[in-house]
């Protein structure tokens, strides 16, 4: 889950945890939850786009008129392009992440200072996604920066841990 710049919750929602079911549609999906009457509440309740498969990593951007999100084995940018609340334009950026494990599939995603988005894959996969670049390839844990302006990918850490659970920067962009 994330929160854009008007204050709106954004959630994963992923019935289909922990994997689909034979004959039994995906409807895995992005939700916004707004609070209109400004009472602590949610009482709006968006579906921004519906038929992902396990939208564990989410990030928003332009007002929420952007949003990052997995779509096992892919990263996919999906788009607001009319202004409605809603998707209407889904783009696979990336391909290749390691599926494994679904549990440790990418997530935390976190805008960096740098204007990347960072986000981690859990032990137990082996990603070889495919870039304009080149290939990129992690084994077991890692952190990714992507630059979502030129679609680069790079891996910025690697480390023999367990689940990246989450990525945070301090004041000073560390």
């Given amino acids: 889950m ?46 921004f786009y ?13 007002g ?6 997995t779509d096992e084995p892919n990263l996919v940018k999906l788009r607001d392009t009319d202004g409605d609340g809603k998707a209407d334009k889904k783009e696979i950026l990336l391909q290749g992440f390691g599926t494994e ?19 981690g894959q859990g032990l137990f996969l082996n990603s070889q996604v495919e870039t304009p670049g080149g290939p990129v390839r992690a084994h077991q844990a890692a952190v990714f920066r992507h630059d979502p302006r030129v679609n680069k990918l790079e891996v910025f850490a690697s480390f023999g841990w367990s689940n990246v659970w989450g990525i945070i920067f301090d004041n000073h962009g560390q």
């Fill in 50 to 62: 519906e038929g992902l498969y396990l939208p564990l990593g989410l990030a928003v951007e332009d």
């Fill in 101 to 119: 494990d679904n549990h440790h599939f990418i997530s935390a995603f976190q805008w960096g200072p740098d204007g990347r988005l960072y986000y």
């Fill in 2 to 47: 994330t929160f854009d710049s008007q204050g709106r919750l954004w959630v994963g929602n992923i019935p289909t945890q922990p994997h689909a079911q034979p004959g039994v549609p995906i409807k895995d999906s992005v939700i916004i939850l707004e609070d209109t009457d400004k009472d602590g509440a949610a009482d709006k309740h968006t579906v």
């Fill in 64 to 69: 929420g008129r952007t949003a990052y999100v």
